[in-house]
């Protein structure tokens, strides 16, 4: 389910069979390497959208987590716990975090839930078809890392 | 002369101006007539049939098959992609069904659990259909699965919207 309001209509029904939360991390600077940032903001943002069309029943994607570039790891570490507090303290069993940002790969170890980290692919120049094709083949493994993880604790 | 010409001055610039008047009252109305039932004139905004495959290609198996169609959301115009569930049946008639899972519209894999094989498999919370898309009880899902409107034509299968049963 996405973050408007006629799919929190039945998200705040349905809420005993949402237990999955799916947050994209995308970071946001102006200065140096601006499409690169950008690019892989966008990549991630659609892998999430396309995320949620294939599973929208169980997992409700929030706003993406933004942050500065420039933002020390530790602080984002901290500001991304409260998050984990809050969707944890309502209901939520699983979280996962959506990144192409490098930087996360090093703060793994810090993160209470799973990340899932995929090197950005620019979609600008491909043509439709080709596309879909790619943005398909890479959200079927990031299903198969959230239905495994389902299937560990089934519900 | 008179007599012959039976239009006098007065009839004949009668005559001129409300032909020109009225071109001229036709010219404002007819826009704001147009404007005014545009609805009506509007193409029907129901989804055309989109070619997905070939009639030949369809198995006994389903098949994923994808397509797009165009999708306008409010103001915003998009190309979705949409899939379909594509078979015969046993009486070699085509079927195709929507993925989407009737309970809270996850998209439903064939056969993918190994538990249960030959069954359309949801993996958000288990709900299982049977091959002809019925839901099978004690699951979640409440209701079948959507079947798309379709035709054949030149060999060609055609899908249109997915409707409930």
Redesign the interface.
Known sequence: ?KWIASDIE?YAK?KE??DTIVVPLIPFGLENNLKGTVSAGEYISIISHELE??????LLLLPPFTYLNSEPMEEKVKRLAEWHNEVIGNGASYVVYLTSDVEWKNAEDRLEDTLVWLPSIPLEHMD?EYK?ETV?TQVKQV?QIV?KK?QNS?? | MAKKNEVTRRQFLNYTLTGVGGFMAAGMLMPMVRFAIDPVLKEGTEQEMVPVMDVSEITKEPQRKKFKVDQVDGWYESEVEQSAWVYKDEKDEIVALSPVCKHLGCTVDWSSNAAYPDQFYCPCHGGRYTKDGVNVPGTPPLAPLDVYKMKVEKGKLYLGKPEPR
């Open positions: 389910m039945t349905e069979y949402v069309r294939q599973l929208r029943g169980r439709n879909m398909s299903l239905t389902w089934p519900k």
